[in-house]
């Protein structure tokens, strides 16, 4: 079955430090990944996807991951982060149907 | 920028309402999706929607909820007879193809009382 793990609830980092937001998956075939930010009372927009190519993949404010298969894993880093990325994260996985994890919930220190 | 929008923002209803949750989806995109946040928890896949039937369905969607395209831009959810434990944020989404970007609206908060 299809899973996705966010193993940290809650991070806290200072503005400025670089950050690093964990997901593993569990799937039957190839993946297709993809990290969402939640803005409090918003929906869910996408920060980056990946389908197939470049294991490195870039995404919108400064985001990117990194698709490791042999550690099924799809972590999501940021150099600098600023006050606006004070948001909920989730890692996704399918293709058709989502499957999400728990979230990450990103609090930034001034 | 194409948007998904969703109406309401908020509803609330008493328990054994029908509600019916609208979204109109980006309007070149051929698959529509509904999806379910109650509070606290992970965001849980409801229902995908192409062609005009239903391609894929959880267990969570019973009986008691319906999907429906009534014209050309809208795209429905509605729950016959509400329970306490609908209470959730719902999310309509929409996709070119599957596998592709979903694209989320912002919502419709349900609080069934």
């Known amino acids: 079955a299809q899973s996705v793990t966010q193993p940290d609830i809650h991070i806290t980092v200072s503005e400025g430090a670089s950050l690093e937001l964990r997901c593993n998956y569990s799937?039957?075939?190839?993946?297709?990944l993809f990290w969402y930010v939640q803005s409090p009372g918003q929906g869910l927009q996408l920060l980056l996807k990946?389908?197939?190519?470049?294991?490195l993949v870039q995404g919108i404010k400064g985001f990117e991951a990194e698709f490791k298969r042999s550690q099924s894993s799809f972590n999501l880093r940021k150099p600098s982060v600023h006050w606006s990325d004070a948001a909920e994260y989730f890692c996704?996985?399918?293709?058709?149907?989502?499957?999400f994890g728990q979230g990450t919930r990103l609090t930034i220190n001034p | 920028e194409p948007e998904v929008t969703q109406t309401p923002s908020h509803q609330v209803t008493q328990m054994g309402q029908e509600v019916i949750l609208r979204c109109v989806p980006i309007?070149?995109?051929?698959?529509f999706y509904w999806y379910r946040q109650i509070l606290g928890q992970k965001v849980e896949f409801l229902v995908s929607?192409?062609?005009?039937?239903?391609?894929?369905k959880s267990e969570i969607f019973d009986d008691q909820f319906s999907v429906e395209r009534p014209d050309g831009s809208n795209f429905t959810l509605k729950i016959r007879s509400t329970k306490l434990e609908d209470s959730a944020m719902y999310f309509c989404?929409?996709?070119?193809?599957?596998?592709?970007?979903?694209?989320f609206g912002p919502g419709t908060r349900l609080t069934v009382l």
């Open positions: 799937y039957g075939a190839t993946p297709y």
């Open positions: 989404a929409s996709s070119e193809i599957p596998g592709a970007e979903q694209f």
């Open positions: 996704a996985v399918g293709a058709q149907k989502l499957v």
């Open positions: 990946y389908f197939s190519g470049d294991t």
């Open positions: 309007s070149n995109h051929l698959y």
């Open positions: 929607f192409y062609n005009n039937e239903i391609s894929e």
